[in-house]
């Protein structure tokens, strides 16, 4: 069963917001209606109904509803980061994280996206997340990420806060090659402290070989928000085989990779859809 669902929660630049909605109800008002006087003349009325501790019989026609199980995935929170580069320009990050708080496992949709919003309410961009993981079990949680280069300082002084779109889909199972294990993750500033570099190890360990595999790493401050992100692409891995890898991908500057206090990573097949 396929279910689409927007989300929206409005995450400004280098902080989130949580937009709640309150309700209101009136003064409940109470009508009593008094009881006619009693009338000698009146007698009971003598009706078919069955006495009301009389046994009921079964409706025949009446039958076990079945309650089929979905997945329902909530936004716990997006944050949205600018970086500004000393050339001029610079970078956005985006990390929603999501919560699968559904009954039955859940798949994202291709189409979940994000716009990022200036001050004064026009779109500066938009564009689709990247999933990590595509699947969530329930009760899981997990992130959608996404960068934008900005060329003009201005325009990234001039981007306020970001609106993600998040549609999914229930599904029965989850793949055997939808989540692989992460390991040997280590965050330091690269060459020149140009941008943060990570590397680790993905391990296949699905039954069948692939040729591509999507890797995020989240970096997360000391509170255990997400900071940035990495991400990047192993090639060519076959079942039962790990292989290392090193990016900087997402490009957050180096002179924050000492910030970072911890990480999640996350592996996949990205061509299952």
Not at 84 to 101: H, L, R
Not at 122 to 133: L, S
Not at 186 to 201: I, L, P
Not at 213 to 230: R, W
Request: with cysteine; proline share 7%; charged share 20%.
């Amino acid at each position: 069963m396929s279910i689409s669902k927007v989300i929206r929660v409005a995450a400004f630049a280098g902080a989130f917001a949580v937009v709640g909605a309150a309700c209101s109800s009136g003064t409940p008002v109470t009508t009593v209606t008094p009881s006619p006087a009693p009338d000698a003349t009146i007698e009971p009325a003598v009706t078919d109904a069955p006495a009301a501790n009389t046994p009921q019989a079964p409706d025949a026609t009446d039958e076990p509803v079945a309650v089929e199980s979905e997945a329902n995935f909530v936004l716990v929170r997006t944050v949205m980061k600018k970086y500004e580069s000393e050339f001029g320009g610079g970078n956005v990050q985006i990390v929603a994280e999501v919560k699968n708080d559904g009954q039955a496992p859940g798949r994202y949709s291709t189409d979940t996206s994000y716009t990022i919003y200036e001050s004064n309410g026009d779109i500066a961009e938009d564009g689709d997340f990247t999933p990590a993981p595509k699947y969530l079990a329930p009760g899981e949680t997990g992130y959608l990420v996404a960068w934008e280069n900005v060329e003009k300082t201005k325009d990234l002084k001039a981007m306020d806060n970001v609106e993600p779109s998040v549609t999914f889909e229930t599904v029965e199972e989850i793949p055997a090659d939808a989540v692989l294990p992460v390991s040997k993750v280590k965050v330091k500033s690269g060459d020149y402290d140009v941008w943060t570099e990570v590397t680790g190890a993905v391990e296949n360990t699905g039954p069948d070989a692939l040729d591509n595999v999507q890797v995020v790493v989240v970096y997360l401050d000391s509170k255990g928000a997400p900071m940035g992100f990495a991400d990047a692409f192993v090639d060519s891995l076959q079942s039962g085989q790990s292989k290392g890898f090193k990016t900087d991908g997402g490009f957050m500057p180096g002179r924050f990779a000492k910030k970072v206090s911890d990480t999640v990573g996350v592996a996949y097949n990205p061509w299952d859809f």
